[in-house]
């Protein structure tokens, strides 16, 4: 045991005690950060779709739009991009933007 005399200092019936109150206190205001700055937590606890919250109203931009699910940007070698999209469907699409296109860094 590494810091064995700690207990000379401090007896077992102090020490063990404090110490899983600060376990326990620590859990509790990290879970208390957790569901005062999410929005899912607090739906999938109630039993509701996730993503049908309060929050759910203002990140989505259209709710009846059919947008993709996922896309990658793949560079090549000639500096254009490679959009790879997937469809709602589940389909996927390829697009090829050209450098002239492509917008300067600011």
Same mark, same amino acid.
């Given at each position: ?17 404090? $110490? ?7 859990? $509790? &205001? ?13 739906? $999938?606890?109630?039993? %509701? #779709? ?5 929050? +759910?109203?203002?990140?989505?931009? &259209?709710? #009846?739009?059919?947008?993709?699910? +996922?896309?990658?940007?793949? @560079? ?5 991009? &490679?959009?790879?999209?997937?469809? @709602? ?9 050209? @450098?002239? %296109?492509? %917008? @300067? #860094?600011?």
């Amino acid at each position: 045991m590494n810091n064995a005399k700690m207990w000379l200092v401090v007896p077992p019936a102090v020490g063990v005690p404090v $110490f899983l109150g600060a376990v326990a206190v620590g859990s $509790f &205001a990290v879970h208390v950060a957790v569901l005062s700055n999410t929005s899912w937590v607090a739906d $999938f606890l109630s039993g %509701q #779709e996730l993503g049908t919250g309060d929050m +759910a109203a203002a990140t989505m931009l &259209a709710p #009846e739009a059919n947008t993709a699910k +996922a896309s990658y940007v793949v @560079p090549q070698s000639d500096g254009s991009l &490679a959009v790879t999209i997937i469809l @709602p469907d589940g389909s996927s699409t390829q697009a090829l933007i050209q @450098p002239s %296109q492509l %917008q @300067p #860094e600011l």
